[in-house]
């Protein structure tokens, strides 16, 4: 596809970044020539220095030729401005990024009346992150698949743990769990899950399996996750307001901490049931006064990753539970998988895999389509969902007899909404959903994963 990217901040970098390696044609738009200048260079491509709101700088683009342009600057209306522009030049499919919650309501109506092909709110999908992990507490990230009916899961193996020693094929054998081992991470060290390995204390599993299966594979393992009754949230601007929305009839009881005085005001008039405290959020002893020690849960959203981090090391010092930690910059990974901190997320890894998804999934294939598509380990490891075509070669063909490259893993078949964990004898069938974990990255079709 031919792709125009405004914006060249950390979303519009790592977008050229991982659409160029798709095969794409990436062409970028920012002001700042220096930005542009760096981005085109790191990544052989085409950059344009100028507004990209504009039909001239879109034209010198290649607007004409365009399938897809993706707004991703730090304006929101920016962003649609360029799209509105897009669809008048060059008739090409647009992409818009909209944080402000007060456009939140407005996105069916945007996507309809602009013609947008999506609108994304990355600070929304962060706090239905943020709420599903409050909810499924002994995970450290969740993933959904097949519209809700399939997770998966991400856990840190505790010292002690019951599977300490055992092998993947053992959790079938010895605790009769219905869940499938993709992926695990040791250090450093990245691995495709097979039959012979074995756990380790902290090792970073991710497994598939249905919400019921993943429940009674924590409850074998003796591994009790608190059911989170409250939580402290430190930070009160747009990702809480979207994490209040979504809570509001949780039961949860919700803490937060803001030291803007008019943002306190608009959080108290929004949302009676939740306790909203004006003071330093860096603030230790405010921290201590106000109950951490006690908490189940400690979620850090303020502005600043720095803070975020020494606050949640700080709760994990002081024993909380579950502690979720929002990450704005997105290349420091491995010097944050060091601190071992608990769930990290960040709204802009999550704004480029929507739009990967997008793309992937709207660009033609032979025997089956990208539905979904999630990063399980950053720059390592996918996992994509492809709804099989009729006329895939992959079909009634049992899984025992396909030639599979290395490093692959069929996840998860999904059929007339059963879930079915595949093994040997097991075939893929037309309008099957079927969920591969692989280290082969961009994945098109469900036949990239045969020799």
Request: net charge negative.
């Amino acid at each position: 596809m031919n792709i125009i990217i405004v914006g060249c901040g950390r979303v519009g970098e790592t977008l050229a970044e991982k659409l160029n390696d798709d095969g794409n044609i990436v062409t970028i738009i920012d002001m700042s020539s220096t930005k542009v200048k760096n981005i085109a260079n790191k990544f052989d491509i085409m950059g344009i220095v100028g507004n990209g709101a504009t039909h001239m700088v879109q034209k010198e683009a290649g607007i004409d030729d365009a399938d897809l342009l993706i707004a991703v600057t730090n304006s929101d209306e920016l962003n649609l401005l360029c799209c509105m522009v897009a669809k008048k030049a060059g008739n090409c499919q647009t992409i818009a990024r909209v944080k402000n919650p007060e456009y939140s309501t407005e996105a069916p109506y945007l996507k309809d009346e602009l013609g947008l092909a999506m609108v994304i709110n990355p600070e929304y999908a962060a706090a239905e992150e943020i709420a599903r992990v409050l909810k499924f507490p002994s995970a450290m990230n969740i993933e959904t698949f097949a519209k809700g009916k399939i997770e998966l899961i991400k856990f840190k193996i505790p010292k002690n743990s019951r599977i300490v020693g055992m092998s993947v094929k053992e959790l079938t054998t010895k605790l009769h769990c219905d869940v499938l081992v993709c992926t695990i991470e040791r250090g450093e060290d990245a691995y495709i899950a097979n039959g012979d390995f074995r756990f380790e204390e902290k090792d970073i599993i991710s497994f598939v399996a249905s919400h019921k299966n993943a429940t009674d594979f924590f409850a074998k393992i003796d591994h009790k996750g608190n059911t989170i009754k409250n939580a402290i949230v430190v930070g009160g601007h747009v990702t809480t307001h979207y994490l209040c929305d979504i809570m509001e009839s949780s039961g949860v009881s919700m803490k937060i901490i803001e030291k803007d005085r008019k943002i306190c005001e608009e959080l108290c008039t929004r949302w009676k049931n939740v306790d909203v405290i004006n003071g330093d959020t860096a603030d230790k002893e405010l921290l201590i006064e106000e109950g951490i020690a006690s908490t189940d849960a400690f979620v850090a959203l303020s502005g600043l990753d720095e803070e975020n981090i020494i606050l949640s090391l700080f709760a994990q010092s002081s024993n909380v539970g579950k502690i979720i930690t929002k990450i704005n910059r997105i290349d420091y990974d491995n010097v944050l998988n060091r601190l071992e901190l608990d769930t990290i997320l960040s709204p802009k890894n999550i704004t480029s895999d929507m739009i990967l998804r997008y793309v992937r999934a709207t660009q033609n294939t032979v025997g089956s389509n990208v539905e979904t598509l999630y990063n399980v380990i950053q720059d390592e490891v996918e996992a994509a969902e492809f709804i099989v075509k009729e006329n895939s070669p992959i079909v009634n063909i049992p899984l025992c007899e396909l030639k599979f490259k290395p490093n692959v893993l069929v996840a998860a078949i999904i059929r007339d909404g059963v879930i079915i964990t595949p093994r040997g004898h097991d075939t893929i069938q037309v309008g099957d959903a079927v969920v591969i974990v692989s280290k082969l990255m961009a994945l098109h079709d469900i036949t990239d994963i045969l020799k």
